[in-house]
């Protein structure tokens, strides 16, 4: 049987070692989504790279300024559409990193959490007697400690819905604002 020096020591090391391979986790998750967004970076360079080639020899073939401006506005809808694209790509990629993160760190957290619930109740089997006060006050403290984490999920969880929500509002007001110039610009 365990002494309770050694089952907190033991806990300790299991602890210690559950936050390694977290922090593992995580930043393998967050080299993924950074290794996303620079790929993602590379192809829009290149394409855009491309349609300013073409765009440009468009445009210096033009015959009369109302072919120039008539060419102007053509190229405008299409490089409006790439940039929104690219904003929703950009936001996915974001949003599946926190989910990712959110989903990982949630898993630690129960378990965490298991494990120190069991542990106390190991602890206090063997505790002596008159320590079921101290016993309480412990879990007590893991519960609050669970509900206050939980309260903070919750309030993450919301404030991404709200910046998720800005960012579709902010595409959709984009998207709005580059049709209306662009047809501006056809007239």
């Known amino acids: 049987m365990f002494t ?52 440009a020899r468009q445009l210096l073939s033009a015959k009369d300024p109302q072919e120039f401006f008539s060419l102007s506005a053509a190229q405008a809808q299409p490089a409006a559409a ?17 989910a990712e993160l959110t989903r990982a760190t949630e898993e630690q957290i129960a378990e965490t959490g298991r494990k120190m619930s069991a542990l ?9 007697a008159g320590s079921e006060n101290v016993i309480a006050i412990v879990k007590s403290a893991i519960g609050n400690a669970n509900a206050g984490y939980e309260q903070f999920n919750k309030t993450a969880k919301q404030a991404v819905e709200v910046m998720e929500a800005n960012m579709n509002s902010a595409v959709t007001q984009f998207t709005q604002a580059a049709e209306k110039t662009t047809s501006r610009a056809r007239k």
Not at 40 to 47: E, G, H, P, Q, Y
């Open 120 to 128: 106390v109740e190991d602890v206090s089997k063997n505790a002596p």
């Open 82 to 98: 790439k940039a929104i694209a690219y904003g929703r790509h950009l936001a996915g990629i974001a949003t599946s990193a926190q």
């Open 4 to 55: 309770i020096p050694e089952q907190f020591s033991t806990a300790a090391k299991a602890n210690f070692e559950a936050q390694l391979s977290l922090i593992t986790n995580l930043t393998s998750k967050a080299f993924e989504s950074v290794e996303k967004v620079v790929d993602l970076n590379l192809n829009v360079a290149k394409a855009s790279l491309e349609d300013s080639s073409i765009a």
